[in-house]
């Protein structure tokens, strides 16, 4: 594998994912890496994203609708995104293996793995309705 050229505003990208927990969208984390690297672009924090993403350093995350957004935690675990605010936030819970197991007696090829997302509405959005 090509080894990449040290970076420090890409250092910087990671470890503002590695600090935060929200799941940010690419503009967000241009945002806080810009407090560090007044000049860095939000082109540059773009292609490091995709970059750290492709090589497997971070996940990108497909909601549906609205911006992608990207997550420092690269090991398996499930989503939950609220239809009503759009947070993105980590479930803890063991990831099932099982998943994988029923998919695989349905398909012609191997399955090693998957990713889930939980559709619904956050605990904030629940209470601000029923005020």
Same mark, same amino acid.
């Given at each position: 594998?090509?080894? #990449?050229?040290?970076?420090? =505003?890409?250092?910087?990208?990671?470890? /503002? #994912?590695?600090?935060?927990?929200?799941?940010?969208?690419?503009?967000?984390?241009?945002?806080?890496?810009?407090?560090?690297?007044?000049?860095?672009?939000? *082109?540059?924090?773009? @292609?490091? $994203?995709?970059?750290?993403?492709?090589?497997?350093?971070? @996940?990108? $995350?497909? /909601?549906?609708?609205?911006?992608?957004?990207f997550d420092g935690?690269?090991?398996?675990?499930?989503?939950?995104? /609220?239809?009503?605010? *759009? =947070?993105?936030?980590? #479930?803890?819970?063991?990831? $099932?293996? =099982?998943?994988?197991?029923?998919? =695989?007696?349905? +398909?012609? *090829?191997?399955?090693?793995?998957?990713?889930?997302?939980?559709?619904?509405? +956050? @605990?904030? +959005?629940?209470?601000?309705?029923?005020?």
């Amino acid at each position: 594998m090509k080894t #990449l050229k040290h970076s420090r =505003q890409r250092d910087a990208i990671m470890r /503002c #994912l590695m600090a935060r927990h929200d799941h940010p969208t690419a503009d967000a984390v241009y945002l806080s890496v810009k407090e560090e690297f007044p000049n860095v672009s939000l *082109g540059t924090v773009y @292609r490091n $994203l995709n970059l750290l993403a492709d090589l497997g350093e971070i @996940r990108r $995350l497909n /909601c549906g609708s609205g911006p992608e957004r990207f997550d420092g935690d690269t090991h398996p675990h499930y989503h939950f995104i /609220c239809r009503e605010c *759009g =947070q993105v936030a980590d #479930l803890s819970m063991d990831v $099932l293996s =099982q998943m994988d197991e029923a998919a =695989q007696a349905h +398909c012609g *090829g191997r399955i090693d793995s998957h990713i889930t997302y939980f559709y619904g509405v +956050c @605990r904030d +959005c629940l209470a601000a309705s029923n005020n």
